[in-house]
């Protein structure tokens, strides 16, 4: 049988709430629509914003939202989104299909929806095109509380109290879309822009992400933080609090990703080992970041991840619309584990992207809302913000898989919350099969537990038609016993156990 041994004492770490992070760009269906309505809308609404997706997202207590973008972060000039709506400047949406877009969603609105959400706020500002005035201005627009002309443009157009920024990136892939820079230069860019991003409120200081590598792009990693830390480090020292990383799980490549709900059983673990793949990319990360940083104060921000396939068909291709299925749990569950056991070092994730675009975890059509099987992984993790990370492992695991594509049978994490309860998350990646698990505690007798589950065939999604395929259910025939806990984790399962 396999086992996990679980030190209840021995803590590792608090995990921060943010790893449980979403991002949302001006991209295809995901704000417009998705999110934001318009106050007109016939779709029932608050100040603009879908009254079914805020509360969706609420129950599953998201804790942060990135925004605007991704690329088009650094195509976005804040002063277009700002004053009345009439009067906003269009543009054209270059990286996504093209499309115009109207800017009705701009700074106001997007504080607006997360003081709904009650979550905290990452922006995501504009190097590749945007001037340093710009993105101090855009600072001094949001966080200025006294007397100053953009603080009072700000209150002119409707807001008196100055907002709080907690997360500022300063530019988005500027490896790639947000300006094709060589490492060095953008180091050299990052400590110009970020020296003009000012703290306003210093008992609210902001924290400021430095745009960090792609996937395996560990040159990337070296080259900046050698940068921008060799000289000066006492003085940078503070003025760098996050180094952002985005990994995608393609089940094939850029020219054919493969089909979201059409897949063979090789797609299936081919998919699960890439994803994988993101506790080397971070291990390896981290190892380069503590030989500038041994004290871990620099943490990693992976705020970009999950599937990315093929479109769905018949939709606009720029748009990057696809379904999600209990593939998608996995990769979800897999990724959320992995995140927890670094929690020493990542102290954000953002799942790309919320609504209607690539891995969400809601899709929107007209009035009508899915929760995806990602969103039901999304709700039983959340257990796991702000508690203890405990050390735990897994023995007796078997590979299984096809081909090249094996992968351990069994992934797990183990948290503690403030009130006690021992949160156990466990995979079940294997096709065929249901695996038994014994949890076996040094000193804890269980005195109660519950347990829930997602599971199904392996393509099994939600559609506007049947939008509960998929869904959170009571695991029956948990055992509690003098060795521990004995689950059966059925196939292509994610399950969450609340041990107390
Ligand atoms: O999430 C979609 C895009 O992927 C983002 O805009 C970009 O940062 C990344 O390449």
Known sequence: MIKLTV?????????????????????????????YVGENSPVPNVKGMRKDV??????????????????????????????????????????????????????????????????????????GSGTVQEMSEWIEYMTFEGESP?????????????????WFGVGNENWGCGGNMHPEYYADVYRRYQSFVK???????????????SDFDYDWTEKILNRLFTRCYDHLHGNLDGLSLHYYTLPHNWDHKGSATD???????????????????????????????????????????????????????????????IRDALVAGINLNIFNKHCDRVRMANIAQTVNVLQSVILTEGPKMVLTPTYHVFRMFK????????????????????????????????????????????NNLS????????????DLKASSVEAEVVTGAMNAHNTFDKPE????????????????????????????????
């Open 199 to 213: 703290m306003y409120d210093k008992e609210n200081p902001i924290k400021r992400i430095a745009c960090g590598p």
């Open 469 to 500: 395929v998929v869904t959170t259910e009571k695991l029956d025939g948990v055992k509690i016993t003098d060795e521990g806990i004995v689950v059966k984790l059925p196939a292509r399962s994610v399950t969450l156990l609340r041990v107390r």
């Open 383 to 426: 257990y796991h913000q702000n508690a203890e990370l405990l050390n735990s492992f897994l023995t007796g695991v078997a590979e299984t898989g096809l081909g090249e594509n094996m992968v351990p049978e069994v992934t797990e994490s183990v948290s503690k919350s403030k009130d006690g309860t021992i949160n156990v998350t466990l």
């Open 263 to 325: 897949f063979t059983d090789e797609e299936w673990y081919i998919t699960l080992f890439k994803t994988l793949k993101m506790d080397e990319i971070i291990t390896k990360h981290s190892n380069i970041m503590d030989k500038y940083d041994p004290k871990k104060i620099l943490a990693l921000i992976v705020d970009e991840w999950g599937c990315w396939y093929d479109v769905e068909e018949g939709t606009n291709p720029g748009f990057l619309y696809q379904q999600n299925t």
């Open 54 to 127: 805020v509360d969706a997202l609420k129950d599953m207590a998201i804790p942060v939202l990135r925004w605007p973008g991704g690329c088009f972060a650094d195509e976005y000039h804040w002063k277009d989104g700002i004053g009345p709506k009439d009067k906003r400047k269009r543009m054209v949406n270059t990286n996504w299909g093209g499309v115009v877009e109207d800017n009705s969603f701009g700074t106001h609105e997007y504080f607006e929806l997360c003081d709904q959400l009650g979550c905290k706020t990452y922006i995501n500002g504009n190097v």
């Open 7 to 35: 030190h209840e004492n021995e803590k590792k770490g608090t995990i921060a709430p943010e790893i449980y992070g979403h991002f949302s760009e001006h991209l295809g269906r995901c704000i417009y629509e998705g999110i």
């Open 150 to 166: 953009l603080a009072n443009e700000r209150r002119a157009n409707g807001r008196d109290k100055a907002w709080k920024v907690d």
């Open 431 to 442: 096709l065929e099969g249901e695996r038994e698990v014994l949890i076996a505690f040094d």
